[in-house]
């Protein structure tokens, strides 16, 4: 049976790359997984409390761990954690084992998208707007870096932007 390609989504916080994701695997008939719930799968805890616990450095190895895992398989679409990207051993398992899709928002979207989650520990801060603008600056040249494909989610529904990467991938 000829090999299934898989889809890597990354992006920052609230690019709505869970959505887009759920999407496109609907469509494309692919498995759908998300590093953040499959690392609250595997550890029986939130996110919230994975940080709180191990600090950040403790959730970046559970993340490399399952990004290296999931990575592996064939024929998934995969929302990374928006902080993915800062492991080059995660950028080099995206690039080699799949296409990437950097889902490109703005602040403001991300700001609406993200306030009273909980999954985002390093939002819970006085000023989330500051701590997305800080980050953005670090990462998007690594999403820029790692990303086969570029693709603004700003104006268009998750269904529109998934049939957009459908017809970018030729798939
Ligand atoms: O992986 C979670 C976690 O809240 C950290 C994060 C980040 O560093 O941008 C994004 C979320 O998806």
Same mark, same amino acid.
């Given at each position: ?18 959505? !887009?994701?759920?999407? #496109? ?5 692919? $498995? *759908?997984?998300? %590093?953040?719930?499959?690392?609250? @799968? ?56 799949? !296409?990437?899709?950097? #889902? ?5 979207? $991300? *700001?609406?998208? %993200?306030?009273?989650?909980?999954? @985002? ?51």
């Amino acid at each position: 049976m000829a090999e299934k390609r898989n889809i890597f989504l990354v992006g920052p916080m609230g690019a709505g790359k869970s959505t !887009i994701g759920r999407h #496109l695997a609907q469509q494309l008939h692919l $498995q *759908f997984y998300d %590093t953040d719930q499959e690392i609250e @799968r595997r550890t029986g805890a939130d996110i919230a409390w994975v940080f709180d616990v191990e600090g950040e450095a403790g959730f970046r190895v559970r993340e490399e761990g399952v990004i290296d895992d999931l990575s592996q398989m064939q024929g998934i679409v995969l929302a990374t954690g928006g902080g993915s990207v800062i492991s080059k051993e995660n950028r080099n398992h995206l690039s080699a084992r799949g !296409i990437v899709v950097y #889902l490109e928002t703005t602040i403001d979207k $991300q *700001f609406a998208r %993200t306030q009273r989650d909980k999954r @985002r520990p390093l939002l819970q801060t006085e000023e989330p707007r500051e701590v997305l603008e800080s980050l953005a600056a670090e990462r998007n040249p690594m999403y820029a870096e790692v990303a086969d494909y570029t693709v603004k989610t700003d104006d268009q529904s998750a269904k529109a932007v998934a049939n957009q990467i459908i017809e970018l991938l030729g798939f």
